[in-house]
Nanobody, 121 residues
């Protein structure tokens, strides 16, 4: 099983980026999918999640700016990031869970290599 996040890059504050998460070895359909980020020297942080029914959750710092979505037919999950801020700079990665606690970090697994998002101020 491998999850691969991609789409990161360098963007100016206020700009937008769209990330995608692809899976090999599993299909996303029965899973909740979470987006996480880790800035240098900091712990990994839950950013947004989408459950298997399409319900979403966002951490307060990204509400109104980030949108998570999924396309089960394509086996892809997306994170659209608008209004990016310097403090959004981090390595973003995706993972899956089947836990009832899908709004938390509990139960997430199959961490893949992340993608670096750098926001210049």
């Amino acid at each position: 099983v491998q999850l691969q996040a991609c789409g990161g890059g360098l963007v100016q504050a206020g700009g937008s980026l769209g990330l995608s998460c692809a899976a090999s070895g599993i299909t996303f359909r029965p899973y909740h999918v979470g987006w996480f980020r880790q800035a240098p020297g900091q712990e990994r942080e839950l950013v947004a999640t989408i459950n298997r029914s399409g319900g979403t959750y966002y951490v307060d710092s990204v509400k109104g700016r980030f949108t998570v979505s999924r396309d089960n037919a394509k086996n892809m999950v997306y994170l659209q990031m608008n209004g990016l801020k310097f403090e959004d700079t981090a390595v973003y990665s995706c993972a899956v869970s089947q836990s009832v606690q899908w709004r938390t970090v509990v139960g997430y697994k199959y961490w893949g290599q992340g993608t670096l998002v750098t926001v210049s101020s």
